[in-house]
């Protein structure tokens, strides 16, 4: 398995401001992805990230709202920017491993409350 | 579009019985079928897989039916306990990027 940590578990913010969450992982991986999970609700992606190109914005999701940074093969960073009540969620870093049974594994989620 | 349809959305099950959790799949080029398992506060962590070429695939007390044919697939969870509520997600892909259902929340109660 790969271990992922986030940062930070946790905030609460204002409307308006922006808030970087890091994403490390233990080895190098190619791909890394991030998701947000409304509250009650199921994982919805929002881009991938690959190391040396601009990320992959899935439909609905652009770069100026989620910038996503990946200077090398073991960490990510996802802004929220300008930030409002909507985008009170958890946000989750995963990453793809290749090889075995090519498994995808996440972090433990950054929960974000925007007041 | 849900390109995986998930039910129940919730589901209730005394300590020691069975709990199943079915889901369909509509895209013939998915080809690898996890089920993720999520505490409160946790994320996803998978919990079992299966690929189109097997019917069955066991685990424990986990086990994946597959029916291609149908576009199908189901996880039993036998003699459930008390420790196995959480939400479980089926998924599938056709790529490296995981397709998730809506969820189910599964209680096992005393």
């Known amino acids: 398995s790969a271990v992922i940590s986030q940062k930070p578990s946790r905030d609460i913010c204002q409307r308006g401001t922006s808030l970087t969450i890091q994403c490390q992982v233990d080895s190098q991986v190619t791909m890394m992805f991030w998701y947000r999970q409304q509250p009650g609700q199921s994982l919805t992606l929002i881009a991938t990230a690959n190391q040396g190109s601009e990320a992959t914005y899935e439909s609905g999701f652009v770069i100026d709202k989620f910038p996503i940074s990946r200077p090398n093969l073991t960490f990510s960073t996802l802004t929220v920017s300008n930030m409002s009540p909507e985008d009170s969620s958890i946000y989750l870093c995963?990453?793809?491993?290749?090889?075995?049974?090519?498994?995808?594994?996440f972090g433990p989620g950054t929960r974000l409350t925007v007041l | 579009q849900q390109q995986v349809k998930q039910s129940p959305q919730s589901l209730i099950v005394q300590k020691g019985g069975i709990s199943i959790i079915n889901c369909a799949y509509e895209?013939?080029?998915?080809?690898?079928f996890p089920w993720y398992q999520q505490f409160p506060g946790k994320g996803p962590a998978l919990l079992i897989a299966?690929?189109?070429?097997?019917s069955e695939k066991k685990e424990g007390r986990f086990t994946i039916s597959f029916n291609k044919s149908a576009k199908q697939f189901s996880l039993h969870i036998m003699d459930s306990q008390p420790g196995d509520s959480a939400t479980y997600f089926c998924?599938?892909?056709?790529?490296?990027?995981?397709?998730f259902g809506i969820g189910t929340k599964l209680q096992v109660i005393p």
């Open positions: 895209n013939t080029a998915f080809d690898y």
């Open positions: 998924a599938s892909r056709p790529n490296q990027k995981v397709t």
């Open positions: 299966i690929r189109p070429d097997v």
């Open positions: 995963s990453v793809y491993r290749t090889g075995g049974e090519n498994e995808q594994f």
